[in-house]
């Protein structure tokens, strides 16, 4: 905009003061009233001032104009025609110097409005340059490349109008300045006209400082506008717009508005932050409560599962209890009953009670040992165990268990050390349940072999026997409490099939897996592997 | 009238053994048989006048064996016998065809009890079907 709020499309001379540009008409005035040296001087002087200050009004006008571009956009025109405004004022000026130079006979001022003339030259040679630099502004602006063309602006516009056209007018108006107060001090009589050159020349000086105040202006409204233009982009939500200006006062303006953008900045980045943060918590919630559900689900069927175990473990013992329990009581109360019954029948009866005794016993004993297992209860001993030892010992148990007439137990050992870190009670239990098996339920006259082996990190127990052997069904189901082979229904024999399970846990507490091989028909192969103490792999 | 029949299906030798050592001194003609497969064959044609049934046999169901007993028509009294007391088991069984059931362990005086109580029943009439 120009300075007094002219139309765009007049943005002159801003508040012209009534004497207009046409220095011509007030020359000729000047000629057929003035005589004297003195009112000459001065009254060129008045002239020449003048003109300077059109000169520096143009070119403030050109420079607001190309500042312009950056706030209302890429009409040159009223670039143009500034530009014509400035070259129109140092053409008068010109004139004027030439003038003056026509006038003179003092070589050496002569000298001085030839360096004028040059001076004038140099401006106008300035603002081609300026005009030619210009150029790429607009171009610029429109394909986006504001940064671009502040750099041009700031390099190429601002900076040589300021340093040179300023530099320029500024020594012109000095000399001129001069001048007058030579003429002054020179003038002996202060005529009327004097009075009034003065007059005007206080009104000049004003205009002077006026102009200069324009200049000023410039270096005002231009960063003003860029920081309007700064708000106006925050606002818009670029935040990430800086306003860049040097300059003290406004450079601070300038620096604490950037401060201020850039904790708007912060805040919101805060805010996305937390948006974001607080997306993810219930994405995490959403997704841990889906997961708790199906965990739900799967306890839930667990459950069930169980339920359904517990409800055919209840069953299978009550079975188990109640088969042995009916022997012991159908068989005393029928010795009993009979009133002939011999001392042979008497002692068979006790026989049985006592069997059926240990055998209940030891089944509470194996549901007490499972129970327990499930609870956590049962304390597995960390120790070195010798396996050999183990083995030895469960031999020896073997001796006393019950078993059919005519099988033969083969033992093999490894020579091989073989410790392990474990239970060793535990252990002996474990190795005797597959024996206790194989030798209770193998066929007569046949035999069991029992090996103890190593290889590999691996402790080995091997239990095989020539009896009836498992279906595959079967092999996968042994370790299920209560289950028995088909051939194994007997009941007279104890064992609940309970014992595998036992085994399995037990195994389990050490790191080893059991595992049953079979062929149905030709024997079974139960295996227990235990991995060998660090030591010793 | 000579000593009434039973025949003792029954897989564990000590049940077995008791039973049949009670019921002979109680003056009855008693047999075992500890498959359930042979059980049909040697009940055929009125062999005998009572079958005690274990219910859980390694080669069968009792309850089966009772449903093929009296789909072939035979009308020979069956008590059944098992180790579980469910009441839904006790169910099966009668509609089985069963004509008693008892619950392990028992009393040894019940069973005589029962037993004679069954073969009280003079000279059942033919059964028809008792299917479910």
Not at chain 1, 162 to 185: F, K, P, R, S, Y
Not at chain 1, 411 to 417: C, E, R, W
């Amino acid at each position: 905009m120009s300075a007094c709020g002219t139309a765009p499309t007049n943005p002159r001379q801003p508040c012209d003061d009534g004497h207009g540009r046409d220095g011509h008409r007030n020359r000729n005035r000047r000629d057929s009233t003035v005589g004297d040296a003195n009112q000459r001087e001065l009254r060129s002087s008045y002239e020449q001032i003048r003109a300077i200050n059109f000169i520096a009004a143009w070119a403030n006008d050109y420079s607001e104009q190309v500042a312009e571009l950056f706030i209302l956009g890429t009409d040159e025109t009223e670039i143009d025609e500034a530009r014509e405004g400035l070259l129109a004022a140092l053409a008068v000026k010109a004139d004027l110097v030439a003038e003056e130079i026509a006038y003179l006979t003092d070589e050496e001022e002569i000298a001085g409005e030839q360096d004028e003339l040059r001076r004038i030259e140099a401006m106008r040679r300035t603002l081609d340059e300026l005009d030619l630099a210009r150029r790429p502004i607009g171009p610029l602006l429109e394909e986006g490349r504001r940064e671009e063309a502040e750099a041009i602006y700031r390099r190429d516009i601002e900076h040589q109008l300021d340093a040179v056209l300023g530099a320029l007018i500024d020594t012109a108006t000095e000399i001129e300045q001069d001048e007058v107060m030579e003429a002054i001090a020179g003038s002996m009589v202060l005529s009327d006209q004097m009075r009034g050159l003065a007059i005007a020349l206080v009104a000049t000086a004003a205009l002077l400082v006026f102009g200069n105040a324009l200049m000023v202006q410039r270096a005002i409204s231009r960063p003003v506008a860029m920081l309007a233009e700064g708000a106006e982009a925050v606002a818009r939500g670029d935040l990430s717009h800086v306003v860049r200006l040097e300059r003290d006062e406004l450079g601070m303006l300038a620096a604490r508005f950037n401060l201020m953008t850039s904790q708007i900045r912060e805040q919101r980045d805060r805010l996305l932050q937390a948006k974001s943060n607080l997306e993810q918590q219930v994405a995490e919630r959403t997704r841990e409560l889906r997961a708790r559900g199906a965990e739900l689900e799967a306890a839930v069927t667990r459950l069930r599962e169980l339920d359904a175990n517990r409800a055919q473990f209840f069953a299978d013992i009550s079975h188990e209890l109640r088969t042995p329990l009916t022997v012991l009581r159908g068989n005393a109360e029928v010795t009993l009953r009979s009133s002939d019954s011999t001392p042979e029948r008497m002692r068979q009866t006790l026989a049985q009670v006592v069997r059926k005794a240990d055998q209940m016993g030891r089944l509470v004993e194996d549901l007490l040992f499972l129970s327990r297992s499930e609870a956590g209860t049962i304390v597995v001993e960390r120790k070195h165990v010798d396996l050999h030892e183990v083995f030895a010992e469960v031999l020896l148990d073997s001796q006393s268990l019950p078993r059919k007439a005519g099988i033969t137990i083969s033992p093999q050992q490894t020579s091989d050390p073989a410790m392990i870190e474990g239970d060793a009670g535990r252990l002996r239990q474990a190795f005797l349940i597959p024996l206790d098996n194989a030798i209770r339920l193998a066929p007569e006259g046949t035999t069991v072999r029992v090996e103890l082996g190593v290889a590999d990190g691996r402790a080995s127990v091997t239990v095989r026997d020539e009896g009836p052997g498992f279906t595959p069904e079967e092999a996968e189901r042994a370790f299920v409490r209560f289950f028995r082979g088909a051939t194994s229904r007997g009941r007279s024999g104890r064992g609940a099939g309970l014992g595998l399970s036992i085994a399995r846990w037990i195994v389990d507490q050490h790191g080893g897996t059991i595992t049953i091989g079979s062929t149905p028909g030709r024997g079974a192969t139960v295996r227990i592997d235990l991995p060998l103490a660090e030591a010793q792999t | 009238m000579s000593a009434p029949s039973i025949l003792i299906v029954e897989d564990d030798a000590e049940i077995a053994e008791f039973l049949s050592f009670g019921l002979s001194a109680e003056g009855y003609a008693v047999q075992v048989e500890p498959h359930g497969a042979q059980m049909l064959e040697r009940v055929s044609g009125g062999a005998f006048r009572l079958v005690i049934l274990d219910r859980m046999l390694p080669d069968a169901e009792g309850v089966d064996l009772c449903r093929r007993l009296r789909a072939a028509g035979d009308g020979t009294l069956v008590l059944m016998l098992t180790a579980r007391d469910a009441l839904e088991e006790k169910l099966d069984g009668l509609r089985a065809g069963a004509d008693d059931y008892l619950t392990k362990p028992f009393a040894f005086e019940e069973l005589l009890a029962r037993i004679e109580a069954l073969l009280r029943r003079v000279s059942p009439p033919p059964r028809e079907l008792v299917i479910r």
